[in-house]
């Protein structure tokens, strides 16, 4: 009994050291990808600075501060971020809901599948840009073009990814749940579904990214606001500095949404092992 107490406490000591030594692992991890983000942003304004390279074409850090600066007392920046925002959510929310919708039905029906597969290949092959024209004329020139935009680009992405998790379901326990008497119902919740979340999950990062695209492809077509019109406006009027720093916009609300997604692969994963 001593012996068995003596080593559970070696084990609990090991543990704890394991968890330190991750931990410090972790914030190191953190810390190197500030630094190396704070080196990145202070070259290139040496770069610029020092006349190496032509801050006309480039922009840099401090002019793109300064034109955030001019967007907000203007009272456009956060009308501008708003658009582009409820423009990609909506995109997003639609096509990972009906993508995952209907890639439930397709595992459901075999022979769904089987008709529609060549469809959906083609569809996902299909440059979505040259859709644009059609969807103005559908959608006219509002949000809803845009959306759609969003949804065209991601859902296609969400059906295929969902559709082959569905269908990696263990076969050794479908069959063993069939032989237990249980219908396909029951399969799809008792195992199909369980063993598709970091598949769910996994997609969810790659329909993030797709959205972003999607909205912002949108609003290169067919925009009167947004950070898309941004981009282009500053591009016809040779105004770099307007480019960028809309450009970091996207990529701090990208960076963002996504880490929103880890944050629930977390919770997920934690209550899983609850």
Partial sequence: MKHERNLKAAYSAEHALFL?????????IRLLRVGLLALLLAM?????ALGWADSFLTSS?????KTLLSLYRDGTLFYH???TLWETLAG??????????????????????RVLEPYIVILNALPKIAMGPLIIIWFGTGSRAIVFMAVLVGIIIVIMHMLSAFLAADRNKV?????????????LIKLVLPSSLAAFISTLKIAV???????????YIVSKAGLGYLIVY?????????????????????????????????????????
């Fill in 20 to 28: 330190k030594k991750r931990r410090r692992r972790q914030t190191l």
């Fill in 44 to 48: 290139w304004e040496l770069v610029t």
């Fill in 61 to 65: 850090p401090s002019r793109i501060i």
């Fill in 81 to 83: 971020i708003g658009v």
């Fill in 92 to 113: 997003f929310a639609i096509a990972v809901a009906a993508g995952c919708s209907i890639a439930l039905l397709l595992w459901w029906s075999d022979t769904l599948q």
């Fill in 175 to 187: 069959l063993l749940l069939r032989s237990m008497g249980a219908g396909k119902g029951q399969i």
């Fill in 209 to 219: 990214g797709m959205s972003w695209i999607g909205s912002i492809m949108g609003e």
């Fill in 234 to 274: 500053g591009g016809q009027v040779f105004k770099i500095d307007l480019v960028m720093t809309a450009t970091c916009i996207l990529c701090v609300l990208a960076a963002g949404m996504y880490f929103l997604i880890v944050l629930l692969e977390k919770i997920l994963v934690k209550n899983k092992e609850d």
